[in-house]
């Protein structure tokens, strides 16, 4: 029951909660190629000592970011897709605000090849394309491949090691940066 100085339109008394908002992103690309370490990085739950397995399933990640009187609520789906024939993941990328593509060598770049028609359909508005795992030494990519890649489906393109923290800390600025700017 309330009491009586506390009266129904009593600004004074009324407490005023920040606006909320919820934005999904979705991390994209073969297994093992670091979508888990991004997720748990990007949402400061990384811990360097304990060990990574394979994702079975779906792992949600949340980051929680403040833009003046508004909390924004990223929930970060990490889903493993093994077989991948854009009927599977349709639901994530169709309501997905964020779409993550990550690979770390030519094969698992290649891999994401296989995705043309869903990052077309996507109505993501931010789209990332992440070369993972900068600190290893592995196949390199032609990088005007990458670059036409880049182009052809309007992605910001970043090279990070989400297991080292590489370049991640700019990564993960820039990103809370490009969400406190969408409307």
Known sequence: MLSNSIQKGDEKNTKKFPEKKVINAILL??????????????????????????????????LNIKKSNMNI?????????QSYD???????????????????????FKDLLKYKKCISNSKSTLKYLISNKVDKEHTQLDETIIQEFVNRFDL???????LKGIHFEEFKQNIIEDI???K
């Open 156 to 162: 910001q393109y970043y090279k990070i090691s989400a």
């Open 86 to 108: 854009c009927n599977n993941p349709k639901f994530f990328l169709e309501n997905a605000d964020i779409l993550f593509l990550v690979f770390d060598d030519f094969h698992t």
């Open 73 to 81: 609520y990223v929930q970060i789906w990490d889903v493993n897709f």
């Open 29 to 62: 690309g073969s297994k093992s190629v670091g979508k888990t370490t991004i997720g748990q990085r990007l949402a400061g739950k990384f811990d360097s000592n304990i060990l990574r397995a394979e994702t079975y399933g779906i792992d949600f990640h949340f």
């Open 180 to 182: 406190r700017k969408l």
